[in-house]
C-alpha cells in the first residue's frame, strides 16, 4: 500500500514527510483493518513532521483522525461487522491496570499508544486499529466531515469541560483552527457567548457567521470579563494575554499537546482571584462517545479543505503557513485540486 512516513524531522519546507510502498497491516487480536476513506489533518501531525513531537519510531505514519471500512478482522474481533463505517482517533489504547486508568481517566494512563504517534496513522491507504478504541460514525456526516470530529472535536469538548465555563457565561478562544470553530459551535449551542482571538481575517469572518459574539485580534483587549477561556494556539505568549481577560473565578484552558514557552507570570495580574490555569491531556473514549452524540444533534457543520492524498505534504504547508480556514482533510479518491466546502 501507499503511506506518508516521517522520513526525517524538520521544517515542513524541508518536505520532512516522504510518500512510500509500505508493507500492508495485518489486525491482531481485537483489531480490525480499515481501507482509509478520509484522515483530517492536526496541528499535531505538524509538530510530529517539524521534531516539536519526536515520533516515537521510525518511518511512523502520521494521521489521527481517520474514517475507513472495516475490511479485515483480526482473531477475537466481534464489534464490528465488515463494511461498517468506523472512525479512529488519537487515543489508540491504554492499559486499563494504572491507577488513572482504574479510576476513569484513562487519557491519563501511564503506558497509552497514540496513532500516528506510537503506531501508524491514517495518512495511508490502510490502517488496523484496536476495535475497543474506533467509533461507530453518525450517518449524518459524510467521510470528509467526520474526521475531523475524531481530534478537533474531542479535544474541543474535553477543553470546553476543562474551561468549566457557567451557564450563560462569556468564553473567549483563542486561535481559531480546526478544533475552535467546532468548539465555538458547542458553546453557542449551550448557550454562551463567545469571543474569539485570533490573527486570520477570513478566520474572524468564520467565527461571526458561526455565532461568535465578536471577533478581534490575538492580542485584542475582551469585549467583557471572559468567565472563561481556551487557548488553542501554540503560542505561549497569549497565555498571559488570555489570563488578564479572565473574569474572578474564570479558568485558561489550553487544549494542544505542545505549547512554546509560557512568559513569567505575575500572581497579582494573573491568577490572583481565583483564576485557575489547566491544561487538557488527550481524551476518554467516554469523551468521544459524547462529542459524537452531541455533534450530530446540532448538527455542527465541519469547515473543511479537500486535499488528495497525494498532497498530505501540502496540506501540512498551508497549515503551517496559516492559509487554512477551518480544517484539512486528506481523501483517499479526491477531486482534481484542492477544494473547500
Given at each position: 500500500m501507499?503511506a506518508?512516513?516521517v522520513?526525517r524531522?524538520?521544517?515542513?519546507?524541508s518536505?520532512p514527510?516522504?510518500?512510500?510502498?509500505?508493507?500492508d497491516?495485518?489486525?491482531?487480536a481485537?483489531?480490525?483493518?480499515?481501507r482509509?476513506?478520509a484522515?483530517a489533518?492536526?496541528?499535531?501531525d505538524?509538530?510530529l513532521a517539524?521534531g516539536?513531537l519526536?515520533?516515537?519510531?521510525p518511518?511512523?505514519?502520521p494521521?489521527h483522525?481517520?474514517?475507513?471500512?472495516v475490511?479485515g478482522?483480526?482473531p477475537?474481533a466481534?464489534?464490528f461487522?465488515?463494511?461498517?463505517r468506523?472512525?479512529?482517533a488519537w487515543?489508540?489504547s491504554t492499559?486499563?491496570?494504572?491507577?488513572?486508568?482504574?479510576?476513569?481517566d484513562?487519557?491519563l494512563?501511564l503506558?497509552?499508544?497514540f496513532?500516528?504517534?506510537?503506531d501508524?496513522?491514517?495518512f495511508?491507504?490502510?490502517?488496523?486499529?484496536?476495535e475497543?478504541?474506533a467509533?461507530?460514525?453518525?450517518p449524518?456526516?459524510d467521510d470528509?466531515?467526520?474526521a475531523?470530529?475524531l481530534c478537533a472535536?474531542?479535544?474541543?469538548y474535553?477543553?470546553l469541560?476543562r474551561?468549566r465555563?457557567p451557564?450563560?457565561?462569556s468564553?473567549?478562544?483563542?486561535g481559531?483552527?480546526?478544533s475552535?470553530?467546532l468548539t465555538l459551535?458547542l458553546?453557542?449551542?449551550?448557550?454562551?457567548r463567545v469571543?474569539?482571538?485570533?490573527?486570520?481575517?477570513?478566520a474572524?469572518r468564520?467565527?461571526v457567521?458561526l455565532?461568535?459574539?465578536?471577533?478581534?485580534?490575538?492580542?485584542d483587549?475582551?469585549?467583557?470579563p471572559?468567565?472563561?477561556?481556551i487557548?488553542f494556539?501554540?503560542?505561549g505568549?497569549?497565555v498571559?494575554?488570555?489570563l488578564r481577560?479572565?473574569?474572578?473565578?474564570?479558568?485558561?484552558a489550553?487544549?494542544g499537546v505542545?505549547?512554546?514557552d509560557v512568559?513569567?507570570?505575575?500572581y497579582a495580574?494573573?491568577?490572583f482571584?481565583?483564576r485557575?490555569?489547566?491544561?487538557?491531556?488527550?481524551?476518554t473514549?467516554?469523551?468521544?462517545n459524547?462529542?459524537l452524540?452531541?455533534?450530530a444533534?446540532?448538527?455542527?457543520?465541519?469547515e473543511?479543505t479537500?486535499y488528495?492524498?497525494?498532497l498530505?505534504d501540502?496540506a501540512?504547508t498551508?497549515?503551517?503557513?496559516?492559509r487554512?480556514?477551518g480544517?484539512a482533510v486528506?481523501?483517499?479518491?479526491?477531486?482534481?485540486t484542492?477544494a473547500t466546502?
Amino acid at each position: 500500500m501507499k503511506a506518508w512516513i516521517v522520513e526525517r524531522c524538520g521544517p515542513i519546507a524541508s518536505h520532512p514527510l516522504r510518500l512510500v510502498e509500505h508493507a500492508d497491516p495485518q489486525p491482531g487480536a481485537g483489531e480490525v483493518l480499515l481501507r482509509v476513506s478520509a484522515c483530517a489533518v492536526c496541528r499535531t501531525d505538524l509538530h510530529l513532521a517539524e521534531g516539536d513531537l519526536p515520533p516515537r519510531r521510525p518511518g511512523v505514519v502520521p494521521g489521527h483522525q481517520v474514517v475507513g471500512e472495516v475490511v479485515g478482522l483480526g482473531p477475537a474481533a466481534t464489534r464490528f461487522a465488515l463494511g461498517e463505517r468506523v472512525g479512529v482517533a488519537w487515543l489508540r489504547s491504554t492499559c486499563g491496570r494504572c491507577r488513572f486508568c482504574l479510576r476513569g481517566d484513562e487519557n491519563l494512563c501511564l503506558a497509552p499508544h497514540f496513532t500516528g504517534w506510537d503506531d501508524d496513522g491514517g495518512f495511508a491507504e490502510a490502517i488496523v486499529a484496536p476495535e475497543a478504541y474506533a467509533y461507530l460514525l453518525p450517518p449524518m456526516f459524510d467521510d470528509v466531515r467526520a474526521a475531523p470530529l475524531l481530534c478537533a472535536g474531542i479535544i474541543g469538548y474535553r477543553a470546553l469541560h476543562r474551561a468549566r465555563v457557567p451557564d450563560g457565561g462569556s468564553l473567549g478562544l483563542w486561535g481559531f483552527g480546526a478544533s475552535a470553530h467546532l468548539t465555538l459551535q458547542l458553546a453557542v449551542h449551550l448557550g454562551h457567548r463567545v469571543h474569539v482571538f485570533t490573527r486570520g481575517e477570513g478566520a474572524r469572518r468564520l467565527a461571526v457567521e458561526l455565532g461568535a459574539a465578536s471577533a478581534q485580534g490575538s492580542e485584542d483587549a475582551a469585549p467583557e470579563p471572559l468567565s472563561s477561556a481556551i487557548l488553542f494556539a501554540p503560542t505561549g505568549g497569549l497565555v498571559p494575554v488570555a489570563l488578564r481577560a479572565l473574569d474572578r473565578g474564570g479558568t485558561l484552558a489550553i487544549a494542544g499537546v505542545h505549547l512554546s514557552d509560557v512568559p513569567a507570570l505575575h500572581y497579582a495580574e494573573h491568577l490572583f482571584e481565583e483564576r485557575s490555569l489547566t491544561s487538557v491531556t488527550a481524551n476518554t473514549r467516554q469523551d468521544g462517545n459524547e462529542l459524537l452524540d452531541v455533534a450530530a444533534r446540532i448538527p455542527v457543520h465541519p469547515e473543511v479543505t479537500v486535499y488528495p492524498f497525494e498532497l498530505v505534504d501540502q496540506a501540512l504547508t498551508d497549515l503551517e503557513a496559516g492559509r487554512l480556514t477551518g480544517t484539512a482533510v486528506v481523501q483517499m479518491r479526491p477531486p482534481a485540486t484542492a477544494a473547500t466546502g
